[in-house]
């Protein structure tokens, strides 16, 4: 658990509404009725912030505030009154006693979770904790592009895995949805008419729920002003168009720290098999590097000590290829395991022309491989 | 002022439905200010200060349990008795009264709230002494059910 957000209101529906607008977040929402009571709960839990209510019985908000901010293990915790009582007389009285904001009721339970995330780092529950998830996991990405074509080329695009692909055209319904579903990754172009791209970004960062959600930026190739000034800004990367998908995965996946690990890497009859896809490129190279050492370690870990590297089904053997192999025999040589290649014709030929890869001995199969290690 | 005041709860009440429940409503006239056989819920919240009087806001108990379910947006039958109902409607009242003190001070009219009461009964009427200047405002939901919003203010002259 994270942060504890203290709410001290004589209404229990009050604290009610409180703790359902920040259930989505990785925090804990503690309650009192009165200002003795809050601060007994501030003395005991030192909350991150308290929410303090100014009409209650027993002892109000001036004198629970007043008392907060002359105890000095007390004073530091950020205050946010929220009252029914409005009108300058209340907001210049309260602004005296050193609250950090205020909010007057009715209220939308948007309007607390925004004034509490610009005072503390409120994370959507889930983030941080130590379920890694994985690539073939179900995820939710939204493209806000104002032309459908591009969402749906996207969508189609990933439609070999389980993300869910949601298309937005304007900044208002982006905002709408994502204070209903925060997605997992927010992919959002560049070229919205009157900067619209940038001003979303700048919304979205400021909004509590959406501050930490990953956004890349989407725009031609050959537009530069707009990536560089998207990497000034702050977006996490920039897709460009046209759309590579498989790079857009490699982002993803690095964006959200997924385990795609299982996708090349198995241990099998006593050996790490290292397989690499049809669709091998700098992005998968580059994946497949980030998983080496901690499978490698663990296969050490499980008793392993021999490696397959099966190329068979890569096309080419083109330089990620060649570094990967090269960095995979580094790996080997530094914790003693045999290896053994399998390659293509193809690829066991292209293998020969290049100084770094020409004794590399490749086998034609898994089981002539294992043969060959035992 | 009366009248004013009149216009300032329409507002409120206006406000703190779409806030806080998501719903609209519109004023319509009152036949009566008495609660029939049926059970009700009257929160009532005082003002003192240079205007003092008091707001009740009142509806039938089934409807103040919708009103309850659709402000802590769960389902009816979560609402935990008539405790989580009261307070749910000292609140609503706690609320409107509260805008309505703010648009009183932006006259120069300063005042300070009481905490909400509860009256919860069948029968039961709501009076005020002959000096008290009186309005009552009712309010409709889509559904037809309705809310009453009555207020009783004490003459400036008897505020000493």
């Known amino acids: ?374 | 002022m009366i009248d004013d005041l009149e216009e300032m709860l329409k507002t409120a009440v206006s406000e703190v439905f779409r806030k806080m429940l998501k719903v609209e409503v519109r004023s319509v006239p009152i036949n009566s200010g008495a609660m029939g056989a049926e059970t009700h819920i009257a929160s009532a919240v005082g003002f003192i200060g240079d205007m003092t009087g008091v707001a009740y806001i009142y509806a039938s108990a089934t409807f103040a349990n919708k009103l309850t379910s659709a402000m802590l947006e769960m389902p009816e039958g979560d609402v935990q008795g008539d405790e989580m109902v009261n307070d749910a409607m000292g609140e609503l009242a706690n609320m409107v009264v509260g805008s309505v003190k703010a648009a009183m001070v932006e006259r120069g009219m300063s005042c300070v709230l009481t905490i909400p009461s509860i009256v919860r009964g069948s029968n039961i009427s709501i009076e005020a002494i002959s000096t008290a200047t009186r309005r009552v405002l009712c309010f409709q939901f889509d559904d037809n059910q309705k809310l009453v919003v009555e207020l009783m203010i004490k003459p400036p002259e008897d505020n000493e």
């Not at chain 1, 090269?326 to 290896?339: A, F, Q």
């Open chain 1, 1 to 374: 658990m994270g942060l504890k957000i203290l709410t001290v209101d004589d209404s229990r529906t009050i604290r009610l509404i409180v703790n359902k607008a920040f259930k989505s977040f990785d925090c804990e929402v503690l309650e009192a009725q009165n200002g003795v009571e809050g601060l007994a709960v501030a003395s005991k839990e030192k909350p991150d912030i308290i929410i303090l209510d100014i009409t209650m019985p027993i002892m109000d908000g001036y004198e629970t505030l007043t008392k907060l901010k002359s105890d000095p293990e007390l004073k530091g915790i950020p205050v946010i009154m929220l009252t029914a009582e409005a009108g300058k007389d209340n907001v210049l009285r309260i602004a005296k006693l050193g609250v950090r904001d205020y909010l007057i009721k009715p209220f939308k339970e948007e309007l607390v979770v925004d004034r509490v995330g610009r005072v503390i780092d409120l994370k959507p529950k889930g983030q941080g904790q130590a379920k890694v998830k994985r690539f073939d996991d179900p995820l939710n990405i939204l493209i806000v592009d104002d032309k459908p074509a591009i969402v749906e080329q996207i969508r189609n695009g990933l439609k070999d895995t389980k993300w869910v692909i949601t298309g937005k055209a304007h900044s208002g319904e982006t905002i709408d949805h994502c204070n209903k579903v925060v997605p997992d990754i927010i992919v959002l172009s560049l070229s919205l008419p009157e900067n619209a791209g940038f001003n979303l970004f700048t919304m979205l960062r400021g909004n509590a729920k959406t501050k930490s959600v990953p956004i890349f930026g989407l725009c031609v190739k050959t537009a530069a002003e707009e990536q560089a000034k998207a990497q000034q800004v702050g977006f996490n990367t920039v897709v460009t168009k046209p759309i590579d998908i498989e790079d857009v995965k490699s982002k993803v996946s690095r964006a959200l720290n997924l385990d795609t690990s299982y996708k090349y890497f198995q241990q099998r009859d006593g050996v790490l098999l290292l397989n690499l896809p049809a669709n091998f490129g700098p992005s998968v190279a580059n994946e497949v590097t980030l998983h080496l050492r901690p499978q490698f370690s663990d296969a050490v870990d499980s008793g392993l000590d021999k490696v397959i590297m099966d190329f068979s089904a890569v096309k080419t053997a083109d330089i990620s290829l060649i570094k990967l192999g090269l960095e995979v025999m580094g790996l080997c040589s530094e914790l003693s395991l045999k290896n053994r290649i399998i390659g293509s014709e193809a690829v066991t030929r292209e293998c020969k022309n290049y100084e770094e890869t020409k004794d590399w001995r490749f086998m034609n199969s898994f089981q002539d491989a294992m043969a060959a290690l035992n």
